[in-house]
């Protein structure tokens, strides 16, 4: 038989598209269960109808013959399908009893294949692969099932699926979650009057389930439907005041006027622009030094997996990270942060010295997180620092900690402008804490720095030049006039957002730069470009 036309990555990635029978069958699919349905769980259903169509049409194929199974009976002048035989199709032509004397009694059939009879055994009711419930031919084929065939090509068909149901006006979604237009329940708008002042009285935020209850929705002891949930949360996340700021699996609402800005927006520090990088051009010192910046533009792969049973991770604060009060979330750090890939999620960070709780915020969209600027500022906490992230037995609050000393001056990297150049001296500050000695910056004045960088963002510096401006500057500071690679990115992120792998790789494209082992690079000015 050919193949089925359901199992090719062609069909569901060149051919497949939800049309106007698949919208109608979803439409029924939840007008049947009345109940809000996921989008993985209509695509399933989606791919078995047509699976199924294609089963329907094999079948006409063969002649619409039946499948045989021993534990059948069948007719003289019946058409048979033979999944044993490699699906021939066969007419019954005779019938007689048999006998086994392990078995007892049965019938037998004999079967005409284009000339050639072979005989069967029916009514055989005893144990056999043929006497299976499930005789589809997918699964006499061994074909992919439609959960498998989703998994597989998932990619191509959420995609497709997602946008042929936001384009039909019959449908509604929340949190990919889809319902029925006309089966969502009619709501006062003071209702969600009275949900904003709740919220605004708690000052925090509050479950569906609550808002429900406050909004007066359900009387005593009734119970809160998923419709009814879906319906409210729905009808939230259209309104602006409104913000969903729970993790997966839990809805939490919040009041768009009282979370801060970088809840939805990026800082303008933070913003990457995205320069791709290969890691398979670096030597093992660059791969090393890659995987010990903790830096969001990381790709995957360059990163070692942490453990999943680890209850803390030490990262080393970068300058941009430290300027706007946030962490970069990699793979190193998302386990320890409640997060949801439909909205910001607000946490509680605490203390690790005094125990104080203060609200941060996971914004997985842009792989950050946010709220830490006071504290940070609190600590005396310079970009290089070693932070802690610990795990908590609730889920919502995160331990933040750094490795505290005693306070001593120690030489540290400042940065500053001078001339409308960004420079670097090697000047004393107090430090009460452990840190990074490549990557540690100071600031003698920031205000300054950030004039700089806008400056600098305006002229929109290559990354080229950008080191080439920095290496003379560095390399003063060292008396073998040398630069390690850790330096110049944590350097470079004064004035530019830009990954380690970027930096890394123009190291090693460009001929001015000369490696000296160990992560340290000098620069020849004669050999620039």
């Keep these: 038989m050919t193949q089925r036309k359901t199992q090719t990555a062609h069909y569901w990635q060149k051919q497949f598209i939800a049309g106007n029978q698949d919208l109608e069958a979803i439409y029924n699919q939840i007008l049947e269960h009345n109940q809000p349905i996921r989008l993985d769980a209509i695509a399933v259903d989606l791919i078995r109808r047509h699976c199924d169509a294609e089963e329907r049409e094999t079948r006409r194929e063969l002649q619409e013959g039946r499948l045989y199974q021993p534990k059948e009976s069948y007719e003289k002048n019946e058409t048979l399908v033979f ?9 019954v032509v005779s019938t007689r009893e048999g006998q086994h004397p392990g078995y007892g009694k049965f019938m037998v059939i004999s079967v005409d294949f ?28 061994g074909l992919l099932s439609p959960e498998e065939l989703y998994q597989v090509y998932k990619d191509s068909i959420y995609p497709k699926l997602k946008n042929a149901l936001n384009a039909n006006d019959d449908f509604v979604m929340f ?25 605004d009285i708690n000052n925090g935020p509050l479950s569906v389930d609550a808002l429900i209850e406050q909004m007066g929705l359900v009387k005593e002891a009734q119970e809160i439907t998923d419709v009814m949930r879906f319906s409210v949360s729905y ?60 830096d969001e533009t990381i790709n995957l792969e360059d990163i070692k997996p942490l453990d999943p049973d680890a209850d803390s991770v030490i990262i080393v604060l970068n300058y941009p ?53 006071k504290w ?31 306070t001593q001056r120690d030489w540290v990297r400042m940065a500053s402008v001078t001339g409308n150049k960004l420079t670097f001296q090697m000047n004393p500050a107090p430090l009460s804490c452990k840190y990074d000695e490549l990557m540690i910056i100071g600031e003698s004045d920031a205000s ?18 950008l080191l080439c401006n920095l290496f003379p500057v560095l390399s003063k500071l060292n008396p073998q006039s040398t630069v390690h690679a850790k330096t110049l990115y944590s350097a470079a992120n004064v004035i ?19 490696p000296m082992n160990h992560g340290y690079w000098t620069y020849d000015p004669s050999l620039r470009d």
């Design 496 to 514: 530019r957002r830009i990954g380690p792998g970027a930096i890394f790789q123009e190291l090693l494209t460009r001929p001015c730069f000369i």
């Design 175 to 199: 949190h990919d979650r889809y319902f029925l237009l006309d089966l969502l329940p009619e709501f006062h708008e003071g209702l969600f009057n009275i949900a904003d002042a709740a919220i």
């Design 83 to 91: 999944p044993a035989l490699g699906f021939a199709t066969g007419t």
């Design 376 to 406: 940070y500022n609190k600590n005396k906490l310079p970009a290089g620092a070693y932070i802690t992230i610990k795990r908590t037995d609730n889920p919502m609050q995160v331990i933040v900690d750094y490795q505290a000393t005693r």
């Design 448 to 465: 300054k720095l950030d004039d700089f960088w806008m400056k600098a963002e305006e002229r929109n510096i290559s990354t080229c030049d």
């Design 235 to 294: 009808r939230l996340a259209n309104d602006e005041r409104f913000d969903d700021v729970g993790p997966t699996g839990r809805i939490l609402w919040y009041l768009d006027r009282i979370a801060p800005p970088e809840a939805h927006h990026p800082p303008r520090r933070l913003l990457v622009n995205a320069q791709p990088y290969d890691s398979n051009l670096f030597d093992e010192d660059l791969r090393v030094l890659l995987a010990e910046i903790d």
């Design 114 to 141: 284009d000339g050639s009879t072979k005989e069967f055994a029916t009514q055989f009711d005893h144990d056999h692969p043929l006497n299976m419930s499930d005789q589809s031919l997918a699964n006499l084929q």
């Design 321 to 373: 990270h430290r300027r706007v009060g946030t962490l970069p979330l990699t793979p190193k750090t998302k386990p320890f942060f409640p997060s949801s890939h439909y909205n910001p999620v607000l946490f509680e960070f605490v203390d690790g010295r005094t125990g104080n709780s203060f609200p941060g915020w996971t914004v997985l969209e842009h792989n950050y997180v946010f709220g830490l600027e």
